[in-house]
């Protein structure tokens, strides 16, 4: 992940992403498992396992190295707040992170 993701709160869409290696190219997610999008108002706390919200995620593209992952409540629904984030997955018997990034929700103008 190169990039910080914005939403507004309450949105439903899924989160698609593309995890980059270090020189910033797609990170090739071929035999990638257990792919998860950890987010948590601490910056400490954003291994999946102590996160406050996870997605599971799917592999939209795994030579492209995107994934989605779908968003529902209470991920939707979360107070508005800059939030610290990073995706997991497991590759080759490897736990792999991304770096930790900002998932930043925002409050709508109009409410459906």
């Known amino acids: 992940m190169a990039a910080n993701i914005e939403r507004k709160q309450g949105d439903t869409y899924p989160v698609v992403a ?3 290696d270090a020189d910033g190219n797609a990170f090739d997610l071929t035999g ?3 792919i998860t999008l950890g987010i948590d108002a ?3 706390n954003t ?3 102590d996160a406050t919200y ?3 995620g799917t592999i939209v593209s795994a030579t492209d190295g995107t994934v989605s992952f779908p968003v529902a409540s209470p991920l939707a629904d979360a107070a508005v707040a800059n939030y610290y984030a990073e ?3 497991t590759q080759g018997g490897y736990v792999r992170s991304t770096k930790t990034f900002r998932y930043n929700l925002v409050g709508q103008i ?3």
């Open 18 to 20: 593309t995890i980059q």
């Open 47 to 49: 291994s999946p396992d």
């Open 87 to 89: 995706i997991q997955f």
């Open 32 to 34: 990638a498992t257990a």
């Open 54 to 56: 996870t997605s599971t």
């Open 42 to 44: 601490d910056s400490a």
């Open 110 to 112: 109009v409410t459906s």
